[in-house]
């Protein structure tokens, strides 16, 4: 299983920015598929999970402002961000789970684990 995270940088606030995240050597479409963020000294947060149905949930943090998304037939993973704050700067990261339940825990448990994690992309949001 691999997941390779790609599309982050430097973004004044109110700008947007769409991550990417690439899964090879597994079928994701089974799997709950989730985005977290963390930054130095903090607990790394569940921003978006999407189910193997495409039901989507969101931290209260991001809700209104992101939007997870899925492409099956390219095995890629996306997160929409828009209205970009100071505070959305992190490290995000992508994750999967071979529990569905976990799409339910993740946006809302502190440091939640998920069975697999890319390495993550640096979103900064800075005038």
């Known amino acids: 299983v691999k997941l390779v995270e790609s599309g982050g940088g430097l973004v004044q606030p109110g700008g947007s920015l769409r991550l990417s995240c690439v899964a090879s050597r597994f079928d994701y479409t089974d799997f709950c598929m989730a985005w977290f963020r963390q930054t130095p000294g903090k607990e790394r947060e569940g921003v978006a999970v999407?189910?193997?149905?495409?039901?989507?949930s969101y931290a209260d943090s991001v809700k209104g402002r992101f939007t997870i998304s899925k492409d099956n037939a390219k095995n890629i993973l996306y997160l929409q961000m828009n209205s970009l704050k100071p505070e959305d700067t992190a490290m995000y990261y992508c994750?999967?789970?071979?529990?569905?339940?976990?799409?339910?825990?993740?946006?809302?448990?502190?440091?939640?684990?998920?069975?697999?994690w890319g390495k993550g992309t640096l979103v900064t949001i800075s005038s």
């Open positions: 994750a999967a789970d071979r529990d569905l339940l976990s799409c339910t825990a993740a946006t809302t448990v502190p440091n939640y684990g998920m069975d697999y």
């Open positions: 999407i189910d193997s149905d495409g039901s989507t």
